[in-house]
């Protein structure tokens, strides 16, 4: 095998200046006989992907010209005579990580005899280090954050327990176990990412913050780190702040067409308050960016408060909320308002303050984005009374209210015609009628959404428009409720479970999943 090519050149070009065969690896699957016979940490270490063994012959994918020399030292290996072949770099690595991952957990050291216990108060902080750079642990935690991106997850759990130690990523709102590292690697494993996250590696009593930042495929990837100690050692969450995922635009929200119809009118006003509500991980901040967005013109000066700033946003002036310092939300919205802003947005409002100041940003000609904690739209209204708000500044400030749930969608590759039971579909509202002219469809499950039959996720709104009536019967006190069915019977507000129902009835979701993510609102 000895070629000797330009080593600058890769791909199909390559393959001929070499006269070697191109392999597109997204049609042609390795041979389970050819991975067994290469042992898993020489593949990742060089890159080198086996793809099948043909009499004495081993037929290697490789991503460069450059592996060469080490496509002729596994020859000697494994004593077989190597024909090499080029591939995309890039699927060869994703490929390695794929067929090999059990393969080299398996093979690592077993469990020491001391208790995690020992291990964690024994280990000096020269040895954590020493750890913490090992091959394997840098593979490790290089292809944990690998497939994290990879599959879409938005957060990834390190947690420890008595025997084990457990991966797991959650992936459109569910946490799925996805690995299982040896328990003696969990020290190393943590070590790593406080090194990575530029935390202090010999504090181990006390819960630590970090930020990471990694490149994967060739994106900016962002990472909050949370690491608490716990019984059985220290876990570790990671929130994965992906750009691509927070530039979403209005449309690609998931809005039916009326309502993203009226909540762009509401934007366009000059002045008022307009806030997002939903549980925690609903959506909102992407929302509210969305609709950043969407106004931002080289003419308006926008500014907002967050905690913590997510995502940086071109041409959005954003400040980080520093409490221990004294730059609480109602500190840093107050020097806002001397910064000549257009539009403010405020990432929670969570006291009467913060409220105050708010609504008085709001009344005095600026337009205030914010969040709440509520589990419908009409119920921010009461939320800022019991922050003892006077109703009258609430009546005359709030401008509208948009509730949210995420909704995970019908896997697109394995979607087939469903027919859920009748009381299942009842419970959302689907008739008899509906159900005529409805294309009803649940995904069966593969390997693209982790066998789940969903992959993705859209938004379930509930527009909510402050008009003349209601900002009577705000002044007034009236519940919830009475807001809520005025604004149904007036002007057709749809509902969050409406809303679930033309998800389902357009076959992008199944009716159980709208019962879940609903719930506290249907009963």
């Not at 420890?160 to 130690?165: G, I, L, S, T």
């Not at 960016?289 to 013109?297: G, K, P, R, T, V």
């Not at 479970?497 to 009835?505: E, H, I, Q, T």
Request: hydrophobic share 40%; aromatic share 4%; proline share 5%.
């Amino acid at each position: 095998m000895a070629i000797h090519p330009n080593n600058n050149l890769s791909g199909e070009n390559a393959a001929r200046e070499a006269g070697l065969d191109f392999v597109n690896l997204e049609e042609k699957k390795p041979s389970l006989e050819a991975l067994e016979f290469v042992p898993g940490d020489f593949a990742l270490k060089y890159q080198i992907l086996p793809m099948s063994l043909e009499g004495d012959e081993l037929v290697v994918a490789m991503g460069s010209l450059k592996s060469l020399q080490a496509a002729d030292d596994l020859g000697i290996l494994v004593s077989k005579s190597i024909r090499p072949v080029l591939a995309d770099p890039q699927m060869i690595r994703e490929k390695i990580e794929e067929y090999f991952l059990e393969k080299i957990l398996a093979g690592l050291p077993g469990e020491e005899a001391a208790t995690t216990a020992e291990i964690e108060e024994t280990t000096d902080l020269a040895d954590l280090q020493k750890m913490a750079g090992e091959t394997a642990v840098v593979q490790m935690v290089n292809l944990i954050f690998a497939q994290a991106v990879r599959d879409g997850a938005s957060d990834i759990h390190i947690e420890p327990y008595e025997r084990e130690v457990k991966v797991r990523y959650r992936i459109d709102g569910m946490l799925n176990d996805m690995l299982k590292p040896p328990k003696r690697m969990h020290a190393a494993l943590v070590s790593r990412l406080k090194i990575l996250g530029e935390m202090n590696i010999a504090e181990r009593r006390l819960p630590q913050d970090g930020r990471i930042r990694v490149v994967i495929a060739g994106r900016q990837i962002d990472v909050r780190v949370s690491i608490v100690p716990t019984v059985w050692g220290e876990r570790a969450v990671m929130r994965i702040l992906d750009k691509g995922t927070a530039m979403l635009g209005l449309e690609e929200l998931g809005m039916q067409k009326d309502t993203l119809e009226k909540y762009r009118k509401l934007i366009s006003t000059p002045y008022g308050i307009i806030l997002a509500t939903g549980p925690t991980g609903s959506g909102k901040s992407t929302s509210l960016y969305a609709s950043l967005q969407e106004i931002w013109s080289p003419t308006t000066n926008i500014l907002t408060i967050e905690d913590p700033v997510e995502y940086q946003v071109a041409g959005i002036s954003q400040i980080q909320v520093r409490p221990g310092i004294g730059l609480t939300f109602a500190n840093g919205l107050r020097s806002i308002v001397r910064q000549d802003p257009d539009v403010i947005m405020v990432g929670e409002i969570r006291d009467y303050e913060t409220a105050e100041i708010a609504i008085h940003a709001a009344l005095t000609g600026h337009l205030v984005f914010s969040t709440l904690h509520t589990n419908d739209a009409a119920g921010a209204v009461t939320r800022l009374l019991d922050m003892e708000v006077e109703p009258y500044l609430v009546a005359s400030s709030l401008i509208g209210v948009v509730a949210q749930r995420l909704l995970r969608r019908n896997c697109p590759n394995c979607s087939k015609p469903d027919q859920p039971s009748v009381e299942v579909m009842h419970a959302i509202g689907i008739t008899d009628e509906d159900l005529s002219k409805a294309k009803l469809m649940r995904g069966a499950g593969c390997d693209k959404c982790q066998n789940t039959g969903f992959r993705g996720r859209q938004g379930l709104y509930e527009l909510f428009i402050v008009d003349e009536p209601i900002r009577r019967m705000t002044v007034d006190r009236r519940s919830s409720n009475e807001l809520k069915n005025y604004a149904i019977a007036e002007y057709g507000m749809r509902t969050l479970l409406g809303d679930g129902r033309l998800a389902v009835l357009n076959g992008r979701t199944t009716p159980e999943e709208v019962l879940r993510v609903c719930q506290r609102e249907a009963f």
